[in-house]
């Protein structure tokens, strides 16, 4: 597609569901980024992926959250057994290349998944 | 993040006017991004700053990188109701592929 899409751009849940959050990168992007936005603050980084691998998970707060990229083009972001501090904007970013540094690449994002928790 | 500090937190500009927003970081600079946040568009790229004192432009937005200072400005000249809404500086601060971001400049134009 043209941009970063993400789906659901809602979503309402009760405390104690499980939730899948779905991102579709620009096509052609080797690299993908999941950042989960509070309100009033920026983005903070959550995991990230070179095609399907996933390199790096330190920003996930706990093992109730987990991604996967079984292809390398889709990811999805699953939030077990959701709490209400899981309420935030979760981002989606794709970026051209797989790169060593920030400033290397282009972090391109999507117009997140709003998740409320009840 | 506190790694990165925005200022002001919000400010409001006549139409016509210009306006400045400022980043500063604690750390070591690798490369500093600036973002418009927009309801329901997401994060919008507008630049990206990579040496000192590099400075860039896109139609009426500069962006200018102090890597001494650990400081990076952006500034709008003759304001506009399409310039309002959430600026994010990004900053790669680790020299790897995560970004760190202030918390956001709000920016509402008067007509």
Redesign the interface.
């Known amino acids: 597609g043209a941009g970063v899409s993400q789906s659901p751009r809602y979503k309402v849940t009760k405390r104690g569901q499980d939730v899948a959050l779905r991102c579709d990168p620009i096509s052609g992007h080797v690299s993908l980024y999941w950042y989960r936005q509070a309100l009033g603050q920026g983005p903070e980084f959550l995991t990230y992926f070179n095609y399907e691998a996933q390199q790096d998970k330190s920003g996930l707060p706990n093992d109730r959250f987990s991604a996967e990229r079984p292809e390398g083009s889709i990811s999805t972001l699953t939030i077990q057994r959701t709490e209400q501090r899981d309420s935030a904007m979760y981002r989606c970013a794709s970026s051209l290349t797989v790169a060593a540094s920030a400033f290397q690449e282009t972090q391109y994002f999507g117009p997140g998944t709003r998740l409320l928790v009840l | ?1 506190q790694e ?1 500090e925005q200022s002001p937190q919000s400010l409001i500009v006549q139409e016509g006017k210009n306006l400045t927003i400022n980043c500063t970081s604690s750390k070591t600079l ?2 500093l ?1 600036w ?1 418009k946040q927009k309801y ?4 919008i ?1 507008l630049m ?1 700053l ?1 040496k000192g004192g590099e400075e860039k432009s896109h139609e009426k937005i500069t962006a200018k990188l102090d890597e001494k200072k650990q400081q990076s400005s952006l500034h709008i000249t003759a304001s506009q109701p399409s310039h309002a809404g959430i600026y ?1 500086c ?3 601060l680790a ?10 400049t709000t920016v509402t134009v008067r007509a």
């Open positions: 993040s990165l690798y490369g991004y973002y329901g568009e997401g994060l790229f990206m990579q994010l990004g900053a790669d020299n790897d592929y995560k970004l760190s971001f202030g918390a956001g």
